[in-house]
């Protein structure tokens, strides 16, 4: 199967740690790269590849990888930090890509 | 700066054929590894990847739609077309256009997106 499985909704205190989880048997071979998304806007790159960032991103956003699984990882999460979370990767031909159906994160 | 930006019909009516142009800047299409793609979100709901076209002029569709998905690139014009045929009020939402740079096998760059909506 190709797709991309995600918790619907996560939770997490202002400050503190949170890890947003995707699965997929494509994540064995292919990187998962994350989205923020903010309603009425697009989504936006947060982590991508082997746990890099994009310029701009703050580093209290990380990622890894551990076989089936990719995980997002907010550490001291804040208020501006609630969206959804969408991760991407090519599906079993590495010819499409497939998106996770989403997270959303609400900061308490 | 890289910009994208999306255009089309806002209302198009079941049956009919949707036109949308990814009208884009800071970048050539014809420049190796870069790549543009279209990716959807009905309201309330979830990402979904359609079509991408690279600078060698290679495309892929999404397996759900193909056959009524087709994508061409202009590289003079700085312009990307999307088609969809046969419209279905399923087929409401959002469709964005992004951008995949050297950065990585990412869109990394999207457009603000546009609305469609699908009714008689």
């Known amino acids: 199967s190709s797709e991309l499985t995600q918790d619907p909704s996560v939770s997490v205190a202002l400050g503190q740690t949170v890890r947003i989880t995707c699965q997929g048997d494509?994540?064995?071979?292919?990187?998962a790269n994350w989205y923020q998304q903010k309603p009425g806007r697009a989504p936006v790159l947060v982590i991508y590849?082997?746990?890099k960032r994009p310029s701009g991103i703050p580093d209290r956003f990380s990622g890894s990888d551990s076989g089936h699984t990719a995980s997002l990882t907010i550490t001291g999460a804040q208020a501006e930090d609630e969206a959804d979370y969408y991760c991407?990767?090519?599906?079993?031909?590495?010819?499409?890509?497939?998106f996770g159906r989403g997270t959303k994160l609400t900061v308490l | 700066q890289i910009t994208l930006k999306e255009s089309g019909p806002t209302l198009v009516k079941p049956t009919q054929t949707l036109t949308l142009t990814c009208t884009f800047s800071?970048?050539?299409?014809?420049?190796?590894?870069?790549?543009v793609g279209w990716i959807r979100q009905p309201p309330g709901k979830a990402l979904e990847w359609l079509s991408v076209?690279?600078?060698?002029?290679?495309?892929a569709y999404s397996p759900s739609l193909e056959g009524r998905l087709t994508i061409t690139k202009d590289t003079s014009r700085n312009q990307v077309v999307l088609t969809m045929t046969n419209m279905d009020p399923a087929d409401t939402g959002t469709y964005f256009c992004?951008?995949?740079?050297?950065?990585?096998?990412?869109?990394?760059?999207w457009g603000q997106g546009t609305m469609v909506i699908v009714s008689s």
């Open positions: 076209v690279y600078w060698d002029d290679d495309k």
């Open positions: 992004a951008f995949r740079s050297t950065l990585g096998d990412v869109f990394d760059m």
């Open positions: 800071g970048f050539s299409l014809s420049s190796s590894g870069v790549a």
């Open positions: 590849g082997k746990n």
């Open positions: 494509t994540l064995r071979t292919y990187y």
């Open positions: 991407n990767s090519r599906d079993s031909s590495g010819k499409h890509w497939v």
